[in-house]
């Protein structure tokens, strides 16, 4: 599904990322995992259009997509949460979600299908459809739901998730890797992950990529 060669990203004379090289299958979970400042989420920020490789190539279902736009890049089918979470806190929670709908895989949808899209994809994630659920009251847990749902309601085939444990307890930590495996067996959603919290996301992911320096040290399944 996704080829990544020789991606190199440069800011200056400082190369975050340099030469990193991976494959992704569909129907995967990736882990892309490192220390801090190891350039994962440059790489994610290449891969969803953020920022333009200084060089490589980012190949997605056979078309080239380095350096395109965000926008662009989201109606190809990749969908990306971040670390983060920054709604609109003056939309409902469905508001929120229906807006991503707008910019996802279908141009153009009507009123009527943007928001039947993120009642399902509000659903998916365990949170209130009714128009008037706000989203001030979400704690941390509910705040990285509602970033899921809103990438989820781009109806991605490729989901970019970074850092969907952070704030998190332990139980809400293995509701969230739980959902993400989930989104994979029932959607069909394949996904790379970015994250630190290695007991819970060895769990769960296929294989993973080791980044360190800006470059791939390591590559395997999790045992």
């Given at each position: 599904?996704?080829?990544?060669?020789?991606?190199?990203?440069?800011?200056?004379?400082?190369?975050?990322?340099?030469?990193?090289?991976?494959?992704?299958?569909?129907?995967?979970?990736?882990?892309?995992?490192?220390?801090?400042?190891?350039?994962?989420?440059?790489?994610?920020?290449?891969?969803?259009?953020?920022?333009?490789?200084?060089?490589?190539?980012?190949?997605?279902?056979?078309?080239?997509?380095?350096?395109?736009?965000?926008?662009?890049?989201?109606?190809?089918?990749?969908?990306?949460?971040?670390?983060?979470?920054?709604?609109?806190?003056?939309?409902?929670?469905?508001?929120?979600?229906?807006?991503?709908?707008?910019?996802?895989?279908?141009?153009?949808?009507?009123?009527?299908?943007?928001?039947?899209?993120?009642?399902?994809?509000?659903?998916?994630?365990?949170?209130?459809?009714?128009?008037?659920?706000?989203?001030?009251?979400?704690?941390?847990?509910?705040?990285?739901?509602?970033?899921?749902?809103?990438?989820?309601?781009?109806?991605?085939?490729?989901?970019?998730?970074?850092?969907?444990?952070?704030?998190?307890?332990?139980s809400e930590m293995n509701q969230a890797a739980d959902?993400?495996?989930?989104?994979?067996?029932?959607?069909?959603?394949?996904?790379?992950?970015?994250?630190?919290?290695?007991?819970?996301?060895?769990?769960?992911?296929?294989?993973?990529?080791?980044?360190?320096?800006?470059?791939?040290?390591?590559?395997?399944?999790?045992?």
């Amino acid at each position: 599904m996704l080829r990544v060669a020789g991606l190199t990203k440069s800011f200056g004379g400082f190369t975050a990322v340099g030469g990193v090289s991976f494959d992704l299958a569909e129907g995967e979970i990736l882990g892309l995992i490192g220390p801090n400042g190891s350039g994962k989420s440059t790489t994610f920020n290449l891969i969803a259009g953020a920022l333009a490789p200084s060089a490589g190539s980012i190949n997605f279902l056979g078309r080239e997509i380095g350096g395109k736009h965000a926008s662009e890049v989201a109606r190809l089918g990749i969908g990306r949460t971040y670390q983060i979470p920054r709604p609109f806190r003056k939309l409902s929670l469905l508001e929120n979600v229906a807006l991503a709908a707008y910019y996802g895989q279908e141009t153009r949808p009507s009123r009527e299908k943007a928001w039947a899209q993120a009642r399902d994809a509000l659903t998916l994630v365990n949170l209130p459809t009714e128009a008037s659920a706000r989203v001030d009251g979400l704690g941390a847990a509910g705040l990285k739901k509602l970033e899921l749902a809103r990438a989820l309601a781009t109806q991605p085939k490729l989901l970019l998730a970074d850092e969907s444990l952070g704030g998190l307890d332990e139980s809400e930590m293995n509701q969230a890797a739980d959902m993400l495996s989930m989104i994979r067996d029932k959607r069909g959603v394949t996904i790379i992950w970015v994250e630190h919290i290695m007991g819970v996301l060895m769990r769960v992911v296929d294989r993973c990529v080791v980044l360190d320096h800006g470059e791939v040290i390591a590559e395997g399944r999790p045992a």
